[in-house]
């Protein structure tokens, strides 16, 4: 039988670094400034907001999930990261476009003062992005030696008692394991060979776990899904998670779509763009960590493209003329959505 787990309550303050400060991670950070300043509520946070029942319904015991588990409060949190431009975390927020003028005007003296280190960067695994900010070595062993540095030296100058690593980078092209994800050993031999199958997300996980630091993978790479890394984690008793933050299209389709099946709802195929996200900033924001359309702030997640999820493709259509936002949020009895249940 496997001994019940001792977890130390949290001290000191918490380094959270991030691999990419673009839309995602910059939004994070300005999250938790304006939640530490008392000018925004933690809305979607599970750990802030969330409960757990205790017991029977009845006992009505559902305390705070913060207050059940010894989890770092938000004050002590310190933000840095990598990215392959020099991008300040507010000139990064900006681009974006995700927070609006006053969320991000409040939350400007963090994030001005978050300069990101330089980014492992191999444009073979993000086409799309040519980063300017990049590290430069000869073997991708000598990069991974190098991130280990920035770590040392970023605890070293914070005075962080405590780190953890969260890739909020772009997506990598996919891949599948191969012989030199086996173990440990042909893992690093392959670094030191530069071989195409090592990503820059993998250099990343291997420099925290060999620091000790947790690492936990916001993207679907393969990243730390291999037996190499997941040996190494064991060994250096490091806590890894992660495949996919999953907060924006592939979570909203994943809890409609089994709803529209029920209902025996269908969507045309093409679904058609809301007026009210069609923005300049509709274009892809060309950063590293934004692995999504920005839609100017707008939090209805309307694509003006072909979806592939079981409910469009397998289900008999109402209308051909139904949009994305009448048919799933109503604004009233008479909307497409009421009309169809």
Not at 56 to 77: A, C, G, M
Request: one cysteine or more; proline letters at 7%; hydrophobic letters at 35%.
């Amino acid at each position: 039988m496997r001994r019940p787990t001792s977890i130390a309550p949290p001290k000191g303050e918490l380094g959270v670094l991030t691999p990419g400060m673009g839309a995602v991670s910059t939004t994070f950070m300005a999250g938790v400034e304006l939640v530490r300043k008392g000018a925004a509520l933690p809305i979607g946070s599970l750990t802030q907001l969330g409960t757990i029942r205790l017991g029977k319904r009845t006992q009505r015991r559902s305390p705070l999930i913060r207050e059940f588990v010894p989890l770092e409060n938000l004050d002590n949190l310190v933000f840095g990261g990598w990215d392959i431009f020099p991008d300040t975390a507010y000139e990064a927020a900006a681009k974006a476009g995700v927070l609006g003028p006053v969320h991000l005007e409040e939350a400007k003296g963090l994030l001005a003062g978050i300069r990101p280190m330089k980014a492992a960067f191999d444009q073979a695994y993000v086409k799309r992005l040519n980063g300017t900010h990049v590290k430069h070595a000869k073997t991708k062993f000598d990069l991974a030696e190098e991130i280990k540095d920035d770590i040392h030296q970023f605890k070293k100058e914070t005075g962080v008692q405590r780190l953890v690593m969260v890739w909020c980078g772009s997506t990598e092209v996919f891949q599948s394991p191969s012989e030199v994800h086996a173990d440990p050993r042909r893992f690093e031999d392959a670094m030191k060979t530069n071989h195409p199958s090592i990503a820059p997300s993998m250099l990343y996980a291997w420099a925290a776990i060999t620091s000790g630091v947790p690492f936990a993978n916001g993207a679907p790479n393969l990243t730390a899904d291999i037996p190499a890394l997941q040996e190494l984690a064991r060994h250096h008793n490091v806590p890894i998670c992660g495949k996919d933050f999953k907060t924006g299209q592939t979570l909203l389709k994943t809890i409609l779509a089994p709803g529209f099946k029920a209902r025996m709802l269908g969507l045309p195929r093409s679904v058609t763009r809301c007026a009210s996200t069609t923005t300049p900033r509709a274009a892809m924001t060309k950063k590293a960590g934004t692995t999504s359309t920005s839609s100017g702030g707008s939090a209805i997640p309307c694509r003006s493209k072909s979806t592939s999820s079981a409910a469009t493709r397998s289900w008999p259509r109402r209308s051909s003329s139904i949009s994305c936002c009448s048919s799933i949020w109503p604004s009233g009895p008479g909307s497409a959505a009421s009309r169809s249940g």
